[in-house]
């Protein structure tokens, strides 16, 4: 092959790349980038209002579940409707107004198994993410006196009089919430994004919007960096798997210094 026929074909396959870069930011669509996230935060709000509305006019019925309910379950029973009627109504409305599905599996990250490889990521990033929001935390801390770093978070649950509680308390905070925020955060905002911005524009909206969820300074710095490494984790494996392993892991933790911890210290 000539080295004049060579280059010619070296620069057509850069003209090419080139021309195929330009159409991919000519089809960036950034209204969604403002879209999808008031979207979820619109479901999230309407899911509560919802909630709150039954709560409310089961008391005004005279039938209020926290008398006949333990408290453990009946955090358990608003946490679990608030994440199925938020996931249900990001999915269904838009299916219930264009009369198709417009979410797939593979949107929301869950269209295969569990992979070993999965297992074995998962306590790399959460070693990796760890030591991260250690070091940045610790360098906000020394920039902005009074910081509240230390403050714990307010996890819904309290006061536990029996092991039942918490049972609930772990399947609650450590199995339902990590599936539940990251079918819906990283699997689909963060997938509905990739498809009109940029991949790390649409990590940083994903984890802004999930620190803000949190409400705390702390806690939503420390989760901003979390959802970081696990929109990573999700554009390497193409799934949520190994994310909804990382917040176990972390959630775990959490709930052992929380709960288990306190009372082998009796």
């Not at 509305?53 to 019925?61: P, Q, R, V």
């Not at 198994?113 to 070091?135: H, K, N, R």
């Not at 905002?189 to 994903?206: D, E, F, H, Q, S």
Request: glycine residues 6%.
């Amino acid at each position: 092959m000539s080295e004049n026929l060579l280059n010619k074909r070296l620069h057509g396959k850069l003209t090419s790349c080139r021309k195929r870069k330009k159409a991919e930011r000519r089809d960036y669509n950034w209204r969604m980038l403002a879209l999808l996230p008031a979207w979820v935060a619109a479901a999230f709000i309407a899911s509560n209002v919802i909630v709150a509305g039954a709560l409310y006019l089961m008391d005004w019925l005279h039938m209020p579940l926290s008398s006949f309910v333990r408290p453990a379950i009946l955090q358990t029973v608003i946490a679990t409707l608030i994440y199925a009627l938020t996931i249900g109504i990001v999915i269904g409305v838009p299916y219930l107004v264009r009369g198709k599905l417009t979410t797939t599996l593979e949107t929301l990250g869950l269209q295969r198994l569990i992979f070993w490889s999965d297992i074995g990521l998962a306590p790399v990033t959460f070693l990796a993410y760890t030591l991260t929001a250690t070091a940045l935390l610790a360098v906000i801390t020394q920039l902005i006196p009074g910081f509240p770093a230390n403050q714990s978070q307010d996890v819904g649950f309290n006061a536990f009089g029996s092991q039942t509680d918490n049972i609930l308390a772990f399947m609650t905070l450590v199995v339902l919430a990590p599936i539940a925020e990251e079918t819906l955060f990283r699997g689909y905002l963060y997938g509905k994004l990739l498809r009109y911005v940029p991949a790390v524009v649409a990590a940083l909206a994903t984890s802004l919007i999930f620190g803000i969820a949190h409400m705390q300074w702390n806690v939503s710095i420390d989760v901003f960096i979390l959802s970081m490494f696990l929109c990573g984790l999700r554009s390497l494996t193409g799934s949520i798997w190994a994310g909804i392993l990382v917040h176990m892991i972390k959630n775990g933790i959490a709930y052992y210094i929380l709960f288990v911890s306190p009372l082998l210290g009796r």
